[in-house]
Nanobody
Framework: QVQLVESGGGLVQPGGSLRLSCAAPGYIFSLYTMGWFRQAPGKERELVASITIGGSTNYADSMKGRFTISRDNAKNTVYLQMNSLKPEDTAVYYC?????????WGKGTLVTVSS
């Protein structure tokens, strides 16, 4: 079973920062667009950001300017740097790998923004 493994979630105060990491198998990482999604309680899962194998990025409008996605090809790892966090950013964050409609998912990491 393919495993994408997220880490870096936790509790942070409003205005704080966190960096999430996602490690993927090399054959996934080298071929797939990698992304981060999130799902808040009672809400649907939504795209946060994605990055292609060539490094092109895409962000949801509400995350632009606060979140940065990046990938380290040598480590088969994708990152999500989250700054200026707000309580409404509280959610489970999922790592995703997608290619031609085929999706792989991590189990998620919880981010809680609260004072």
């Amino acid at each position: 079973q393919v495993q994408l493994v997220e880490s870096g979630g936790g509790l942070v105060q409003p205005g704080g920062s966190l960096r999430l990491s996602c490690a993927a198998p090399g054959y996934i990482f080298s071929l797939y667009t990698m992304g981060w999604f999130r799902q808040a309680p009672g809400k649907e899962r939504e795209l946060v950001a994605s990055i292609t194998i060539g490094g092109s990025t895409n962000y949801a409008d509400s995350m632009k300017g606060r979140f940065t996605i990046s990938r380290d090809n040598a480590k088969n790892t994708v990152y999500l740097q989250m700054n200026s966090l707000k309580p409404e950013d509280t959610a489970v964050y999922y790592c995703n790998g997608e290619r031609y409609g085929i999706n792989y998912w991590g189990k998620g990491t919880l981010v809680t923004v609260s004072s």
